[in-house]
């Protein structure tokens, strides 16, 4: 495990020294500041209008940086040839693959938590109070960035960067569909896509911005069923990825 | 005769992965008002309404006035018009708050399940793809 530790700090401090990251971090930020700063009109309290709002455009913004960060990873590591002799001697391909989601995971959680204190400001700024559970919903948005990150990388590991964005958008759109939404799609066949939904991710269980917005109290044994439930959702899109990678000839 | 070597734990997990997913409620999925209790469902037709008049309702609508007395356009506005929900319950107008995973307890039990299938798949596809390389 030295080994994926000593490559996810290599993966760290490249996606740091990359512009990417900041340029991304810098529109999440903007379009914080934007949203504290559209009346609420009739909702009764502006506090809650910010928060729902933030708290989706923090939600949005995981979604950028998974692919910002990880989209062309693996396939810059081949074309400048640096994949080569990495994974000829010192790491496996399981370690490889590892070594850069700790990387990119790493970055992408530093980057949430930045927009998470931004929102924080924001609302102090507004003199409005800043509820208890901001830090748990950015967490818990956080595990749902590592799984859209262990889904770019099953992407990329087949797909183009291009071709890879529209395809992870396109599951994160779908992951967020309730069962009956998603049998609508195809209703002539509700038991196939039943089925379907229950190998897609349930986007939801990841969502708790309205509760917090209106002042409800969350069961801490929820957080942890949702963080278990997303960690082992990206483990199983990590292994599908390492299955495509192992597969795949590099020469 | 090449002899061929399959991990304990990837003859243990397979099976255990594919009884996981042959159980019933494994093989489709659901929405939380699929498979909400009656209790949980009920709320909205008890919820506590301030009503003007105490009577019994049991469309969860307060009858001052009969539907059939009203214009249509007023019967929309008027049908909510007459009564109170407390705060912070679930009624007719804020099921789709209730409707999410962290208000149904109910259906926690199925993400840690579904949790754990995923973490058994992963596990399986890991050795797996491993032992298709080794070839």
């Known amino acids: ?251 | 005769m090449k002899r061929v070597c399959i991990p304990i734990s990837t003859l243990i997990l397979i099976p255990v992965t594919l009884t996981l997913l042959l159980f019933t409620g494994c093989q489709t999925d659901y929405d939380i008002t699929d498979v909400a209790p009656a209790d949980f469902l009920d709320s909205e037709e008890h919820a506590p309404h301030d009503c003007d008049i105490d009577h019994d309702h049991s469309d969860g609508e307060c009858e001052e006035e009969s539907p059939e007395e009203l214009p249509l356009d007023d019967h929309v506005e008027d049908s909510h018009a007459g009564h109170d929900h407390a705060p912070g319950t679930r009624n007719h107008g804020t099921q789709w708050f209730f409707n999410q995973p962290w208000a149904a307890p109910f259906i926690w039990k199925k993400l840690f399940r579904d949790g754990g299938i995923f973490l058994a798949l992963a596990v399986a596809v890991f050795f797996i793809s491993g032992r298709r390389r080794k070839k």
């Open chain 1, 1 to 251: 495990m030295k080994a994926v530790f000593t490559f996810s700090l290599m993966t760290l401090r490249m996606l740091f020294r990359r512009r990417t990251l900041w340029g991304i971090l810098l529109v999440i930020l903007l379009a914080l500041a934007g949203i504290a700063s559209v009346p609420s009109f009739d909702v009764s309290n502006q506090g809650r209008f910010i928060l729902d709002f933030g708290l989706f455009g923090i939600e949005v913004g995981a979604l950028l940086l998974a692919l910002g960060l990880a989209a062309t990873l693996f396939p810059r590591d081949r074309e400048t040839r640096t994949l080569m002799p990495l994974i000829a001697v010192p790491l496996a391909r399981w370690q490889y693959l590892l070594g850069r989601f700790m990387g990119a995971a790493l970055v992408q959680a530093a980057a949430l938590l930045v927009t998470c204190l931004g929102l924080m400001l924001i609302l102090l700024f507004h003199r409005l109070p800043i509820p208890g559970d901001l830090l748990p919903a950015t967490l818990l948005i956080i595990i749902e960035g590592w799984f859209l990150l262990s889904t770019v990388f099953f992407f990329s590991f087949f797909t183009s960067p291009p071709l890879n964005w529209p395809l992870t958008t396109m599951l994160f759109i779908v992951s967020q569909m309730s069962v009956a939404e998603f049998v609508g799609i195809m209703p002539s066949a509700p038991g196939l896509m039943r089925t379907i939904r229950m190998i897609l991710p349930h986007a939801d269980v990841f969502h708790i911005k309205d509760p917090i917005a209106h002042g409800f109290e969350i069961e801490p044994v929820y957080f942890l069923i949702a963080i278990f439930y997303g960690l082992c959702y990206s483990a199983f899109m990590l292994s599908l990825a390492l299955a495509v990678f192992r597969g795949r000839d590099l020469k």
